[in-house]
């Protein structure tokens, strides 16, 4: 099962982390980005600049059949999953594997039940990128695509192959053993440094000289972990101490995706945060004030963006 052909959906921050190598070994005709509207039309007139150098990458539309790849990496946000779900159906042929790199721990069920679970692997990505007008910079050795069955004891063949492109490649990844549990563990992560940089506007670096900073960090990732716990996934203490030197690895002015999206006056991916994690603790009958506190924080955040606040003073 070689993969010659791949299709790109979502040439934002987590895209640009494959697109520069994945071309330079299978060429314009073989790896190719989906997009359509404007976005199509601002790849081809300006494309994008990584790390200082500028890439027009082969650009295809939703429409296009005949073609279907081999590999489709979905690199989108959770606010244009279900479009690109259905954008990307005539790309899928008889072998084609989906890995779906966004945040979460639901998209693979999404994707799979519309074209098969023989069609979706497990994925999810530990890196750190800003992406602001088409320029990102970045440590193209710092971070890795984590991929997957479920269990990982032994390859399958479809993993093979996906490991086999990436090592040719030079693309960093990891298989973990037990992907469910390597999903929990990046939201987990997610949770806590994400939604506290968001919401008090600040960047990873005041987890290196913040103990107010880490002591709310911590305690959200508690509450991941007690739902985690709940319907059997091994989380635990041990996994927030193992992210402690990692946090503090991270670039000091790195800012997370939530802040990005604030800062930039988008929608932000809160829902599928602090919003699926308030959702399950209702559920499951656990408290998730932290997470109440991030959800409906941030929410007023987008409001004040959205200019819901303004207030103009009416002259007499």
């Known amino acids: 099962m070689g993969i010659k052909k791949v299709t790109l959906i979502g040439l934002g921050a987590m895209g640009v982390f494959f697109a ?7 060429g314009k005709g073989n790896f190719r980005v989906l ?14 600049t990584i790390n200082n150098v500028k890439y027009q990458f082969a650009v295809i539309t939703p429409e296009a059949e005949g073609d279907p790849a081999d590999l489709i990496i979905m690199a989108v ?24 790199v966004m945040n979460g721990i639901d998209s693979e069920e999404r994707i799979a ?10 994925s999810y990505m530990r890196v750190s990128i800003a ?13 890795k695509v984590h991929f997957g069955e479920v269990k990982n004891e032994d390859l399958s063949e479809r993993v093979r192959s996906i490991k ?8 960093k990844y990891n298989i973990d053993p037990n992907m469910i549990k390597g999903m929990w563990f990046k939201f987990m992560c997610n949770i806590g440094e994400n939604l506290t940089c968001a919401l008090l506007g600040v960047p990873f670096g ?3 000289v913040s103990e107010h900073a880490n002591e709310i ?10 739902i985690a716990q709940r319907i059997g996934i091994d989380l635990g203490q041990a996994d927030i101490e193992r992210q402690e030197n990692t946090v503090k690895s991270i670039p000091f002015p790195n800012k997370p995706s939530t802040l990005q999206d604030l800062e930039n006056g988008r929608i932000t991916e809160i829902d599928m945060f602090a919003g699926k994690v308030v959702k399950l603790g209702k559920e499951l009958g656990i408290e998730t004030p932290m997470n109440r506190m991030f959800y409906h924080g941030i929410k007023v955040y987008e409001e004040k963006n959205a200019g819901r606040f303004e207030y103009k003073v009416i002259q007499q």
Not at 113 to 122: D, I, P, R, S
Not at 164 to 171: A, Q, V
């Open 20 to 26: 520069p190598k994945l071309e330079a070994y299978l």
């Open 35 to 48: 997009a359509e509207g404007e976005r199509k039309e601002r790849l081809q007139s300006k494309g994008v």
């Open 77 to 100: 946000k959770d606010t244009g999953l279900t479009q690109a779900i259905h954008d990307i159906r005539n790309q899928i042929g008889q072998d084609t594997q989906i890995i779906c």
């Open 113 to 122: 039940a519309v074209y098969g679970w023989e069609h979706v692997l497990y």
């Open 131 to 143: 992406m602001n007008d088409g320029v990102a910079n970045f440590d193209p050795e710092w971070g």
């Open 164 to 171: 086999e492109l990436f090592d040719t490649c030079n693309i």
């Open 206 to 208: 005041a987890f290196h």
């Open 217 to 226: 960090r911590r305690n959200a990732m508690l509450e991941v972990v007690e």
